[in-house]
């Protein structure tokens, strides 16, 4: 059962970067879509990034897009999520997540069978 710990999270000033961590253990992520996702407070969680098992196609959300660049280590078996020039509206719990199934594209949550706990980010302005 594959397991995911982000790491990363933090407070910073509106314009500051952050960079998250997602490491997973007891399986791999290698030939899995891995994807960041996060809710604020009183809203439904929602789609960041996503890479594809091979980190050649990459996904953003419009709202991130240009800002946040997400990547992957497969030997290190951890993904990551760069964020630069972040606004107050970034604040949110963000979490990582393993596709269920090899191979596939994730398209919508609910491709995702494994996620981690989170990590918070506040952006202060």
């Known amino acids: 059962q594959v397991q995911l710990v982000e790491s990363g999270g933090g407070l910073v000033q509106a314009g500051g970067s952050l960079r998250l961590s997602c490491a997973a253990s007891g399986g791999t992520i290698s030939s899995y879509t891995m994807g960041w996702f996060r809710q604020a407070p009183g809203k439904e969680r929602e789609f960041v990034a996503r890479?594809?098992?091979?980190?050649?196609?990459?996904d953003y959300a419009d709202s991130v897009k240009g800002r946040f660049t997400i990547s992957r280590d497969n030997a290190k078996n951890t993904m990551y999520l760069q964020m630069n020039s972040l606004k107050p509206e970034d604040t949110a719990v963000y979490s990582c997540?393993?596709?269920?199934?090899?191979?596939?594209?994730?398209?919508?949550?609910?491709?995702?069978?494994?996620w981690g706990q989170g990590t918070q980010v506040t952006v202060s302005s």
């Open positions: 890479i594809s098992w091979s980190g050649n196609r990459l």
């Open positions: 997540a393993r596709s269920s199934f090899t191979y596939t594209a994730a398209s919508s949550p609910g491709s995702y069978g494994y």
